[in-house]
C-alpha cells in the first residue's frame, strides 16, 4: 500500500489547515488509519487515529484543535488541524495499519510561524 499526504504549507499561528491522505488500494474500514508527526529532535508521536466501530484517538497535544475523519469510498484519510502553534511544525505523517507494522506515507511538512 502507498500512501500520499498532501495539504502541508506554510501558515501563522491561529490559522488552519487540512491534509489529505489518499491510498493506492482500498483499506478496510476496520484497519486503523491514522495521522503521526516528528518534530526536529523529537519523537515521532500520534496526532490522530480513526477506524470503524471505534471513537477516533487523538494525541494530548493537539486533542481540542484537530479533527480526523475518512472517506472509505475515496481511499482517504484526512486532518483538519485549528488554532495552530509553533509548536505544531513538523513533518506529518499519514499510517496505514498502525505504527508497528504497518504502512506510511512521505510526510509533508507543517509551518506555523509566530
Known amino acids: 500500500v502507498q500512501l500520499q499526504a498532501s495539504g502541508g504549507g506554510l501558515v501563522q499561528a491561529g490559522g488552519s489547515l487540512r491534509l489529505s491522505c489518499v491510498a493506492s488500494e482500498s483499506i478496510h474500514s476496520s484497519i486503523r488509519m491514522g495521522w503521526y508527526r516528528q518534530a526536529p529532535g523529537k519523537q515521532r508521536e500520534l496526532v490522530a487515529s480513526i477506524r470503524s466501530g471505534r471513537d477516533p484517538d487523538y494525541g494530548d497535544s493537539v486533542e481540542d484543535r484537530v479533527t480526523i475523519s475518512r472517506d472509505n469510498a475515496k481511499k482517504s484519510v484526512y486532518l483538519q488541524l485549528n488554532s495552530l502553534k509553533p509548536e505544531d511544525t513538523a513533518i506529518y505523517y499519514c499510517?496505514?495499519?498502525?505504527?508497528?507494522?504497518?504502512?506510511w506515507g512521505q510526510g509533508t511538512l507543517v509551518t506555523v510561524s509566530s
Open positions: 499510517n496505514a495499519g498502525g505504527p508497528r507494522n504497518g504502512f
